[in-house]
T-cell receptor, first 113, second 113 residues
Framework: EPEVTQTPSHQVTQMGQEVILRCVPI?????FYWYRQILGQKVEFLVS????????KSEIFDDQFSVERPDGSNFTLKIRSTKLEDSAMYFC???????????FGDGTRLSIL | QKEVEQNSGPLSVPEGAIASLNCTYS??????FFWYRQYSGKSPELIMS????GDKEDGRFTAQLNKASQYVSLLIRDSQPSDSATYLC?????????????FGTGTQLKVEL
């Protein structure tokens, strides 16, 4: 069964550094998403992306964050000038149509020191 | 008022019993409803989706939706120890271009031998 793949599985970064989290959505999917989950808390929406544009973003997704689809397969989340509170699991998800269930990748655990 | 509410649990049921997980939501514009299972340290895994009032069955799982009461539930029949996980209720609005999912905090289910 096709899967959403995310790399790296674990990223450790010094505070203030930039990180790029990578995702390869399922190949025929057109809608892409990033969510995060701080340890012990609920899954929170960050941003949705369709047709090379951001469709919706949450209050969390401020100027520190950006997304990009640099080629036909990858979907990236960039966090500039990381803060301690950015430490979380970051999940990429995708679906073929917006009303269909979203399928999640295994996540990237981001640890900011 | 929280957008999506779930009892955090833990909900303990004996092996072979029926587990009943409940979720209420505040946004009457919600259109689509999903149950995800999340094992500790892992990503959300889709269990069921439901879009219209009534029951939807898939194997040992039954989702129930009552839009008038803003209530969605998940029944797990013949519960197995492998069902022990956190069950996340997620809701999507009818309108809005982003298709974002709003998650509850999850209910921890423990199936005891």
């Amino acid at each position: 069964e096709p899967e959403v793949t995310q790399t790296p599985s674990h990223q450790v970064t010094q505070m203030g550094q930039e990180v790029i989290l990578r995702c390869v959505p399922i190949s025929n999917h057109l809608y892409f998403y990033w969510y995060r989950q701080i340890l012990g808390q609920k899954v929170e929406f960050l941003v949705s992306f369709y047709n090379n544009e951001i469709s919706e973003k949450s209050e969390i997704f401020d100027d520190q964050f950006s997304v990009e689809r640099p080629d036909g397969s990858n979907f990236t989340l960039k966090i500039r000038s990381t803060k301690l509170e950015d430490s979380a699991m970051y999940f990429c998800a995708s679906n073929q149509r917006g009303d269909q269930p979203q399928h999640f990748g295994d996540g990237t655990r981001l640890s900011i020191l | 008022q929280k957008e999506v509410e779930q009892n955090s649990g833990p909900l303990s049921v004996p092996e072979g019993a029926i587990a009943s997980l409940n979720c209420t939501y505040s946004d009457r514009g919600s259109q689509s409803f999903f149950w995800y299972r999340q094992y500790s340290g892992k990503s959300p895994e889709l269990i069921m989706s439901i879009y219209s009032n009534g029951d939807k069955e898939d194997g040992r799982f039954t989702a129930q939706l009552n839009k008038a009461s803003q209530y969605v539930s998940l029944l797990i029949r013949d519960s197995q120890p492998s069902d022990s996980a956190t069950y996340l209720c997620a809701v999507k609005r009818l309108t809005g271009g982003g298709n974002k999912l709003t998650f509850g905090t999850g209910t921890q289910l423990k199936v005891e031998l």
